[in-house]
């Protein structure tokens, strides 16, 4: 089912969609996306934010990717994009 795709339109989609202007806080948007996802977009969701980490792509490009597909203030919560998505990830191990 995912066999083709690419890394960053999944995760600009991921983010776009659930860290938007209208969510009440980020924990409470991760929170509802765990809450109305499947357990197999779950999985897709922890596979490509992994191989984004994990890609070659620098850890500047990589953090201005994801605070532009955001709407997160980072500095309020005291950590960097990536850290938050490292934090996102396994909260989202977590749950399943």
Partial sequence: MYDNYDILEELCDFLDGTFHQ????????LEDFIAESSKECLVFTIKFCEEFLNSEISDQKKESFIKS??????????????????????????AI
């Fill in 22 to 29: 209208d969510m009440g806080s980020p924990k409470q948007a």
């Fill in 69 to 94: 597909n955001s709407e997160i203030y980072f500095p309020a919560l005291g950590l960097t994009p990536i850290q938050w998505l490292k934090r996102v990830i396994t909260q989202i191990k977590e």
